[in-house]
T-cell receptor, first 114, second 112 residues
Framework: DTGVSQDPRHKITKRGQNVTFRCDPISEHNRLYWYRQTLGQGPEFLTYFQNEAQLEKSRLLSDRFSAERPKGSFSTLEIQRTEQGDSAMYLC????????????FGQGTRLTVV | GENVEQHPSTLSVQEGDSAVIKCTYSDSASNYFPWYKQELGKGPQLIIDIRSNVGEKKDQRIAVTLNKTAKHFSLHITETQPEDSAVYFCAASNQAGTALIFGKGTTLSVSS
């Protein structure tokens, strides 16, 4: 297992288009997180799954954002009607018991909305 | 709201010198404090962490200290090397225990 995998690494889209990102966590990690990172800032929490259940959503996650983890393995993050302010790095992380806090991040998906 | 302040925002040192980065957090319920290193174009990499029942932790050239009373924690890197150059983030667990709150990062530059 090579760690958390995210796809694509880069995405350029026109304003108003929908985009979807995928995250494959470390095998058997039951916790999965999505964060957003803008230039010069630290990652900001978006949402968290335990297995297939989405247990928390940040107020940063507007109605245009939706995340799923249908079988408790990979996850997708979809942004509808993208806006220029959505341009950022979207990071996925995973963790598991016994140390639920030790989160491993993927390399991120860099989104540019033009 | 929950907040993590990190200082300095940039830090330049000579190879072999020590580097110290400091963070303060707002939520007394926070009990886990990791440090991440992020290189250009990559995701954050966990380098060391500390929990609220421990005051200090060391791993080779890296150490972290925690003062729960004052709500601050620090990263110490000794004998810095050029490959230590990166952006370093501190973080604290949130009140709900479900996510990390990150600082804004410190850009460390180590010149040889």
């Amino acid at each position: 297992d090579t760690g958390v995998s995210q796809d694509p690494r880069h995405k350029i889209t026109k304003r108003g288009q929908n985009v979807t990102f995928r995250c494959d966590p470390i095998s058997e990690h039951n916790r999965l997180y999505w964060y957003r990172q803008t230039l010069g800032q630290g990652p900001e929490f978006l949402t968290y799954f335990q297995n297939e259940a989405q247990l928390e959503k940040s107020r940063l996650l507007s109605d245009r954002f939706s995340a799923e983890r249908p079988k408790g393995s990979f996850s997708t993050l979809e942004i509808q009607r993208t806006e220029q302010g959505d341009s950022a790095m979207y990071l996925c992380a995973s963790s598991t018991l016994p140390d639920r806090w030790e989160a491993f991040f993927g390399q991120g998906t860099r989104l540019t909305v033009v | 709201g929950e907040n993590v302040e990190q200082h300095p925002s940039t830090l330049s040192v000579q190879e072999g010198d020590s580097a110290v980065i400091k963070c303060t957090y707002s939520d007394s319920a926070s009990n886990y404090f990791p440090w991440y290193k992020q290189e250009l174009g990559k995701g954050p990499q966990l380098i060391i962490d500390i929990r609220s029942n421990v005051g200090e932790k060391k791993d080779q050239r890296i150490a972290v200290t925690l003062n729960k009373t004052a709500k601050h924690f620090s990263l110490h890197i000794t004998e810095t090397q050029p490959e230590d150059s990166a952006v370093y983030f501190c973080a604290a667990s949130n009140q709900a225990g479900t996510a990390l709150i990150f600082g804004k990062g410190t850009t460390l530059s180590v010149s040889s």
